[in-house]
C-alpha cells in the first residue's frame, strides 16, 4: 500500500475483512454524512479495497474538474456497466467525450420545448384521476408518471407499448436496489438477494434490444421527435458513423435510469415538504395561476415559475446523489495526498450538500435559500446538485422541466394532507428516495 494512502485518516468502525461495509449498508446515509467529522479526505474501506472519501467542496471540485483528467469513472461505475451497459453515465475517454458530444442536441432547449406537451397530458391526466379525500401514496404515483412520461419521449408511437409496460414494472426494482448492488463487495454478487434486480435488468435490456431492432427495420425513425429515432439517426461529425444497436440501447437505458429517479424523487419529496408547509404549498399555486392566467404550462412559462424552482432545488439539496466515484488515472495530488494510480476516490452530493459548515439549518426546508441574493453568499463549488465538469448529468434540463410542469399541474389542483402516522423514511438508492409518502388529496382552495 502507498505510504500516501496509509497516511490518510481512516473513518472509525472498520473490522477486518469487511472494512466499512457493514456499516456502510446499516446506516449509509449517516455515515457519509459522519466523515466530514473525521477531515476533508478520509479513507474508508469497502471490504478490503481502501476508498478515500473527498468531503468538502474544494475536494469535489478538484476531482470533478480542475484535475478531471487524471480521473476515470471507477469502480462503482465499472460494476454498474455490465449490468446496464456503456452509456453516457458509465463510458469513459473519448468513447465519453464522443456520445456527448453526439447526445447534446437531443437536450437542448428547442428539443425539450417539443416534450412539454406530453409532459403537461401526463401530468393532467393523474392529477385529473384523483377525487376529494382519495388517499394516495405519492412516490408510487409520480414514479409512474414520470416513468410513463419519458418512455413516451422515448419510444415513438404504437411500437414502444411493449418497452413502456416493461419499463413501468421493471425500474422501480432496479432502481431500489441499484446502489447497493454495486457498493457491495464482488464476492455478494451471487446471493439470492439480488436474484429478481438481474431478473428486471435483463428484462428491461432484452425488450428494449427488440425495439430498436424493430424500429430501425421499419424506418420509423425518420423525422420522429422521439429520443430513439433520433439516437438512430445520430452521425458522429468527424466520421458520419452512426450508433450500433447496443450503443443506442445502452443510452436508452442510462437515460431511463438517470431521468426517471431524480425527477420521482424531487417530486415525491417537494410534496411531502409542501404538505409541512402550507404557506408555501399556497404562495406557489398563487404563482401558478399568476403566471399562467389559468391556462396551460409551456415551456415559456416554467422559467417563470421562481417558487416552484426554489422548491426544487431545496427538495434536491435535502435529498440528492448518495455516492460518485472515480478512479486515479495517474498519480494525482488531491488534499495535500499524492494519491497513486488507481486510487478510488468517492464522494457524496447528499452530505456535501447538508455540510452545516456551507448550509445553515441543513436539514431544514427553506426554499428561500435559493433566492438570488442567498444563492450567491454560497460557495460555487457547494451547489452542484447535478454534479459538475464534463460528467454533469446532460438531462438537467429535461428532468428539471418534466418536475416543473408535474408539480404545477397537482398544486393549481389539489392540497395534500400527510396522513396520519406516516412520515416518510430516506431509502437508499442512486438518491435518498423516500420510501412511502402518503397523502390525502382535498381540492384546492378547501380549508
Same mark, same amino acid.
Given at each position: 500500500?502507498?505510504?500516501?494512502?496509509?497516511?490518510?485518516?481512516?473513518?472509525?468502525?472498520?473490522?477486518?475483512?469487511?472494512?466499512?461495509?457493514?456499516?456502510?449498508?446499516?446506516g449509509?446515509?449517516?455515515?457519509?454524512r459522519?466523515?466530514?467529522?473525521?477531515g476533508?479526505?478520509?479513507?474508508?474501506?469497502?471490504?478490503?479495497?481502501?476508498?478515500?472519501?473527498?468531503?468538502?467542496?474544494?475536494?469535489?471540485?478538484?476531482?470533478?474538474?480542475?484535475?478531471?483528467?487524471?480521473?476515470?469513472?471507477?469502480?462503482?461505475?465499472?460494476?454498474?456497466?455490465?449490468?446496464?451497459?456503456?452509456?453516457?453515465?458509465?463510458?469513459?475517454?473519448?468513447?465519453?467525450?464522443?456520445?456527448?458530444?453526439?447526445?447534446?442536441?437531443?437536450?437542448?432547449?428547442?428539443?425539450?420545448?417539443?416534450?412539454?406537451?406530453?409532459?403537461?397530458?401526463?401530468?393532467?391526466?393523474?392529477?385529473?384521476?384523483?377525487?376529494?379525500?382519495?388517499?394516495? /401514496?405519492?412516490n408510487?404515483? =409520480? #414514479?409512474?408518471?414520470?416513468?410513463?412520461t419519458? !418512455? $413516451?419521449?422515448?419510444?415513438?408511437?404504437? %411500437?414502444?407499448?411493449?418497452?413502456?409496460?416493461?419499463?413501468?414494472?421493471?425500474?422501480?426494482?432496479?432502481?431500489?436496489?441499484?446502489?447497493?448492488?454495486?457498493a457491495?463487495?464482488?464476492?455478494?454478487?451471487?446471493?439470492?438477494?439480488?436474484?429478481s434486480?438481474?431478473?428486471?435488468?435483463?428484462?428491461?435490456?432484452?425488450?428494449?434490444?427488440?425495439?430498436?431492432?424493430?424500429?430501425?427495420?421499419?424506418?420509423?425513425?425518420?423525422?420522429?421527435?422521439?429520443?430513439?429515432?433520433?439516437?438512430?439517426?445520430?452521425?458522429?461529425?468527424?466520421?458520419?458513423?452512426?450508433?450500433?444497436?447496443?450503443?443506442v440501447?445502452?443510452?436508452?437505458?442510462?437515460?431511463?435510469?438517470?431521468?426517471?429517479?431524480?425527477?420521482?424523487?424531487?417530486?415525491?419529496?417537494?410534496?411531502?415538504?409542501?404538505?409541512?408547509?402550507?404557506?408555501?404549498?399556497?404562495?406557489?399555486? /398563487?404563482?401558478?395561476?399568476? =403566471? #399562467?392566467?389559468?391556462?396551460?404550462?409551456?415551456? !415559456? $412559462?416554467?422559467?417563470?415559475?421562481?417558487? %416552484?424552482?426554489?422548491?426544487?432545488?431545496?427538495?434536491?439539496?435535502?435529498?440528492?446523489?448518495?455516492?460518485?466515484?472515480?478512479?486515479?488515472?495517474?498519480?494525482?495530488e488531491?488534499?495535500?495526498?499524492?494519491?497513486?494510480?488507481?486510487?478510488?476516490v468517492?464522494?457524496?452530493?447528499?452530505?456535501?450538500?447538508r455540510?452545516?459548515?456551507?448550509?445553515?439549518?441543513?436539514?431544514?426546508?427553506?426554499?428561500?435559500?435559493?433566492?438570488?441574493?442567498?444563492r450567491a453568499?454560497?460557495?460555487?463549488?457547494?451547489?452542484?446538485?447535478?454534479?459538475?465538469?464534463n460528467?454533469?448529468?446532460?438531462?438537467?434540463?429535461?428532468?428539471?422541466?418534466?418536475?416543473?410542469?408535474?408539480?404545477?399541474?397537482?398544486?393549481?389542483?389539489?392540497?395534500?394532507?400527510?396522513?396520519?402516522?406516516?412520515?416518510?423514511?430516506?431509502?437508499?438508492?442512486?438518491?435518498?428516495?423516500? /420510501?412511502?409518502?402518503l397523502?390525502?388529496?382535498?381540492?384546492?382552495?378547501?380549508?
Amino acid at each position: 500500500m502507498s505510504l500516501e494512502l496509509s497516511a490518510i485518516p481512516r473513518a472509525p468502525g472498520a473490522i477486518p475483512l469487511l472494512g466499512h461495509t457493514i456499516k456502510l449498508m446499516r446506516g449509509p446515509l449517516a455515515f457519509v454524512r459522519s466523515l466530514r467529522e473525521s477531515g476533508e479526505f478520509v479513507r474508508v474501506d469497502i471490504g478490503t479495497l481502501p476508498v478515500c472519501f473527498a468531503t468538502s467542496p474544494s475536494l469535489v471540485h478538484e476531482v470533478t474538474v480542475s484535475k478531471a483528467r487524471s480521473f476515470e469513472k471507477g469502480r462503482l461505475f465499472q460494476r454498474v456497466r455490465p449490468l446496464v451497459g456503456n452509456g453516457l453515465a458509465t463510458a469513459d475517454g473519448d468513447t465519453h467525450r464522443r456520445r456527448r458530444r453526439l447526445m447534446q442536441p437531443m437536450f437542448h432547449r428547442q428539443q425539450i420545448a417539443g416534450y412539454v406537451e406530453v409532459m403537461e397530458s401526463h401530468a393532467d391526466a393523474v392529477a385529473e384521476s384523483w377525487t376529494p379525500g382519495q388517499r394516495i /401514496d405519492v412516490n408510487h404515483e =409520480v #414514479t409512474s408518471l414520470t416513468i410513463r412520461t419519458l !418512455a $413516451e419521449t422515448l419510444f415513438s408511437a404504437e %411500437i414502444g407499448r411493449e418497452a413502456v409496460t416493461t419499463v413501468g414494472r421493471e425500474l422501480p426494482v432496479i432502481m431500489k436496489n441499484m446502489l447497493m448492488r454495486t457498493a457491495s463487495p464482488q464476492l455478494l454478487d451471487g446471493l439470492p438477494l439480488w436474484r429478481s434486480f438481474d431478473r428486471a435488468t435483463a428484462n428491461m435490456r432484452s425488450v428494449i434490444d427488440r425495439l430498436v431492432v424493430q424500429t430501425r427495420a421499419s424506418g420509423q425513425q425518420a423525422g420522429q421527435p422521439d429520443l430513439l429515432s433520433v439516437l438512430l439517426e445520430a452521425r458522429e461529425a468527424d466520421t458520419g458513423d452512426a450508433l450500433t444497436d447496443e450503443e443506442v440501447r445502452d443510452e436508452l437505458v442510462t437515460i431511463l435510469f438517470a431521468g426517471s429517479e431524480t425527477t420521482a424523487s424531487v417530486l415525491s419529496w417537494a410534496l411531502h415538504h409542501l404538505s409541512q408547509h402550507p404557506e408555501i404549498a399556497r404562495a406557489a399555486a /398563487d404563482e401558478i395561476e399568476r =403566471v #399562467t392566467d389559468g391556462g396551460p404550462v409551456g415551456f !415559456a $412559462e416554467v422559467p417563470q415559475l421562481s417558487l %416552484i424552482q426554489r422548491v426544487l432545488d431545496e427538495s434536491l439539496r435535502l435529498h440528492g446523489v448518495v455516492l460518485l466515484m472515480r478512479r486515479a488515472l495517474e498519480p494525482v495530488e488531491i488534499g495535500g495526498y499524492t494519491l497513486p494510480a488507481g486510487t478510488e476516490v468517492a464522494f457524496s452530493l447528499y452530505a456535501l450538500h447538508r455540510d452545516p459548515a456551507i448550509y445553515s439549518a441543513p436539514d431544514v426546508f427553506d426554499p428561500d435559500r435559493w433566492l438570488p441574493e442567498r444563492r450567491a453568499e454560497l460557495p460555487r463549488e457547494a451547489v452542484v446538485p447535478f454534479g459538475s465538469g464534463n460528467r454533469k448529468c446532460i438531462g438537467d434540463a429535461f428532468a428539471w422541466t418534466q418536475a416543473t410542469v408535474t408539480l404545477a399541474a397537482i398544486l393549481r389542483r389539489w392540497r395534500l394532507s400527510p396522513v396520519e402516522g406516516n412520515t416518510p423514511r430516506e431509502m437508499l438508492a442512486a438518491m435518498a428516495n423516500p /420510501d412511502r409518502v402518503l397523502m390525502t388529496v382535498h381540492p384546492r382552495g378547501e380549508s
